[in-house]
């Protein structure tokens, strides 16, 4: 059974940087593609970063574009988003994502078929 588990959330301020680990057990995910998502209260997920296999390919949504830093280490089957000069609006749950079907991640959420838990981040003004 494959299993995803999220760490390293929490309440920063703004302007402060966080680091979000991701642990996956049960499957190698050297050969597919991965992806952070988010939700915040009363609003869909969505899409916040993604990697390739290899990391060769990364991916981002435009509003973290610059702040965050996507990554992987297929040796350790984890993944990790550091986030700085975070604001309110990143105030979200945090989920990380596997896709099996794909080697390269994408930002639809619909193509992933292994979620964690969710790990809360919270930013205060």
């Known amino acids: 059974q494959v299993q995803l588990v999220e760490s390293g959330g929490g309440l920063v301020q703004a302007g402060d940087s966080l680091r979000l680990s991701c642990a996956v057990s049960?499957?190698?995910?050297?050969?597919?593609?991965m992806g952070w998502f988010r939700q915040a209260p009363g609003k869909e997920r969505e899409f916040v970063a993604s990697i390739s296999w290899s990391s060769s390919y990364t991916n981002y949504a435009d509003s973290v574009k610059g702040r965050f830093t996507i990554s992987r280490d297929n040796a350790k089957n984890m993944m990790t988003l550091q986030m700085t000069s975070l604001k309110p609006e990143d105030t979200a749950v945090y989920y990380c994502a596997v896709d099996t079907s794909r080697s390269i991640g994408t930002r639809w959420s619909r193509n992933y078929n292994y979620w964690g838990q969710g790990a809360q981040v919270t930013v205060s003004s």
């Open positions: 049960g499957r190698t995910i050297s050969n597919y593609g």
